[in-house]
């Protein structure tokens, strides 16, 4: 896997087909501006391929991801990355399963992510970002990846599963270590699961902590899955760890990147800052226009018969990327989709996918959003990036950027 670069990206190559051929979420010359090199290929044709990472067909339209996302008996999840690693002993739980396996597990999971839960548990989640922005209000200026956008995602997971906050530290470590180190220097899939096990023994421990504390009357994550069934029966220890362990993965990374590319945009537009400070009840029109804008998430999906779309023949076996952020951009599903509108009014982006793999945990992710864009500009109305400052973006499974130094204040705006 490249590493991600900064303003001095690699060249792109010269041709159209040859940047086709060679697309890949890892490609150095994607990292920075992948948008641009995906508008060209959506109007260039619905369905290309790229021969990187063995080979995978790219469906570049909003309906035609949409599509595939309603038909999951034709696009199995079994391979949700491209290239695809086995990083656990088993499927990962429910996000590469299919049919009525899948099914059953998203009835076990469904109820402890509904906004009944994020609403209980809302008070805490707002308190978190509220003693994670006093400290960057004190001292004026911030790197705010770190100090925020990764903190905040990390501090709700830790209270929607009843793990206490004197655990971040030790989650943020393992995650970020394996995420940078661990997954992409792994040479193979035991290397992966290697890596991966501090964290499936982190979340090992969590769970034994609650069975010996007791689950009743408990509304957490990890209480209700110890309470809840599968398929007539108890989830199993490590079923319940290979939940816990996707739901962070699926989480973390892709909140905190949406956080990055948000406060981003908002950075250099101070006209959004005012709005927000000032009528704070349009942020949730705000952060689903901001999420549509500015493209997170991509995953991929395995062909399983054949089928034909736009006179191109998808064979048994292929692999398919979906670009569900991405499809925001699509200008035959959005107006002027290149333009930030509050007043849109369509505003049904696919940025937590569709279909019944859609985000178990986007109900967690959109409060989140919104509460970190009410508090922030309750206490720092005004900022903008520091000056010779330039953010390192990546183009990932979860886009975003690696920093961005903020300087606050209304005097520091360019």
């Known amino acids: 896997m490249s590493k991600p670069v900064g303003a001095a990206a690699a060249q792109a190559p010269e041709t159209l087909d040859e940047r086709i051929t060679h697309w890949s979420l890892y490609q150095p010359w994607l990292q920075q501006d992948p948008i641009s090199h995906w508008n060209e290929i959506r109007d260039h044709a619905p369905i290309v391929r790229s021969e990187e990472a063995g080979g995978f067909w790219i469906l570049t339209r909003y309906e035609d991801i949409e599509w595939a996302a309603k038909n999951p008996e034709i696009f199995s999840s079994a391979q949700v990355g491209i290239p695809h690693r086995k990083v656990f002993p088993a499927k990962q739980i429910p996000i590469q399963l299919d049919g009525d396996e899948h099914r059953k597990w998203r009835q076990t999971l469904s109820d402890l992510f509904n906004p009944g839960v994020v609403q209980h548990f809302a008070p805490q989640i707002r308190r978190a970002a509220v003693d994670s922005i006093g400290p960057i209000a004190e001292k004026g200026h911030c790197e705010f990846v770190s100090e925020f956008a990764t903190a905040l995602p990390a501090e709700t997971f830790l209270i929607t599963f009843g793990i206490g906050r004197e655990h971040l530290k030790a989650l943020l470590d393992h995650k970020t270590w394996l995420r940078r180190e661990g997954i992409p220097n792994a040479r193979t899939d035991e290397d992966i699961r290697a890596a991966n096990q501090p964290l499936w023994d982190f979340f090992g421990e969590a769970i034994d902590r609650r069975r010996a504390e007791g689950t009743e009357g408990r509304r957490d994550v990890i209480s209700a899955m110890l309470r809840t069934t599968y398929d007539g029966r108890e989830p199993t220890r490590d079923e319940v760890i290979n939940a816990l362990f996707v739901s962070m993965l699926a989480s973390l990374d892709t909140t905190t990147a949406a956080l990055s590319l948000i406060f981003l945009h908002l950075a250099a537009h101070p006209e959004i800052q005012d709005l927000i400070a000032a009528s704070p009840g349009k942020v949730p029109a ?101 000056p010779g400052t330039s953010p390192v973006h990546h183009y990932s499974p979860a886009r975003g950027v690696l920093n961005l130094d903020l300087t606050l204040g209304k005097g520091e705006r360019p």
């Open 286 to 386: 705000i952060a689903e226009e901001l999420l549509r804008h500015s493209p997170v998430s991509s995953t991929g999906r395995l062909v399983t018969r054949d089928v034909e779309r736009h006179g191109v023949v998808l064979r048994e076996g292929d692999r398919v990327l979906l670009s569900w952020g991405l499809s925001g951009l699509d200008p035959d599903a959005f107006d002027r989709p290149d333009e930030v509108d509050f007043d849109r009014t369509k505003t049904r982006h696919l940025a937590f996918g569709a279909g019944p793999h859609r985000c178990l945990g986007m109900h967690v992710a959109r409060r989140i959003l919104r509460i970190a864009l009410e508090e922030w500009h309750a206490r720092i109305p005004h900022y903008a990036l520091t």
